[in-house]
T-cell receptor, first 115, second 111 residues
Framework: EAQVTQNPRYLITVTGKKLTVTCSQNMNHEYMSWYRQDPGLGLRQIYYSMNVEVTDKGDVPEGYKVSRKEKRNFPLILESPSPNQTSLYFC??????????????FGPGTRLTVT | DAKTTQPTSMDCAEGRAANLPCNHSTISGNEYVYWYRQIHSQGPQYIIHGLKNNETNEMASLIITEDRKSSTLILPHATLRDTAVYYCIVRGTSGTYKYIFGTGTRLKVLA
């Protein structure tokens, strides 16, 4: 089954304790992206990657790091989490290129709480 | 990418057509209109996209005005399961790879 998976689905952690949220897709997609969703603010893009070893900032990259060493994986790293990073996080992937573009496939979400 | 404007919320009776508008007055010639929806706190789901011609698939129809400054997503026979937040996004297929989702329209289908 074609899908985007995220782990963990739920995480409660403390301020300053480094964490990684994993994202993996099995569709051989070139493009992958991370979003956060907060009440009243909708979905905001954190980082995206157009292919292996190619990443770029979205609208809210502060406090996050990403890496794209393999095509299928795109982990989100919080080096020193703070309470304002408490949010619902989504990973997404899609094919790159094409005349009309392609739709994104989203993972199930990771609910992160930083105390 | 062009900014979009959508109503915050809408109601629709079950079985009736739901018409969700989106304004994108600054859209440029190579930018497509995409629609996604998000049910509860699940990951958003792609619905449809188009450039300037009207499009239809098994989920919905997309009507884009001739000047391309606005569009309407039509769910022909809304069901309770269509209750969700609907996002209209405008973006090109080259150049910037960012997505700007905004806050969308919260559609409530009423029994």
């Amino acid at each position: 089954e074609a899908q985007v998976t995220q782990n963990p689905r739920y995480l409660i952690t403390v301020t300053g304790k480094k964490l990684t949220v994993t994202c993996s897709q099995n569709m051989n997609h070139e493009y992958m992206s991370w979003y956060r969703q907060d009440p009243g603010l909708g979905l905001r893009q954190i980082y995206y990657s157009m292919n292996v070893e190619v990443t770029d900032k979205g609208d809210v990259p502060e406090g996050y790091k990403v890496s794209r060493k393999e095509k299928r994986n795109f982990p989100l790293i919080l080096e020193s989490p703070s309470p304002n990073q408490t949010s619902l996080y989504f990973c997404a992937s899609r094919r790159q290129g094409g005349i009309s573009g392609y739709e994104q496939y989203f993972g199930p979400g990771t609910r992160l709480t930083v105390t | 990418d062009a900014k979009t404007t959508q109503p915050t919320s809408m109601d629709c009776a079950e079985g009736r057509a739901a018409n969700l508008p989106c304004n994108h007055s600054t859209i440029s010639g190579n930018e497509y209109v995409y629609w996604y929806r998000q049910i509860h706190s699940q990951g958003p789901q792609y619905i449809i996209h188009g450039l300037k011609n009207n499009e239809t698939n098994e989920m919905a129809s997309l009507i884009i005005t001739e000047d391309r400054k606005s569009s309407t997503l039509i769910l022909p026979h809304a069901t309770l399961r269509d209750t969700a937040v609907y996002y209209c996004i405008v973006r090109g297929t080259s150049g910037t790879y960012k997505y700007i989702f905004g806050t969308g329209t919260r559609l409530k289908v009423l029994a």
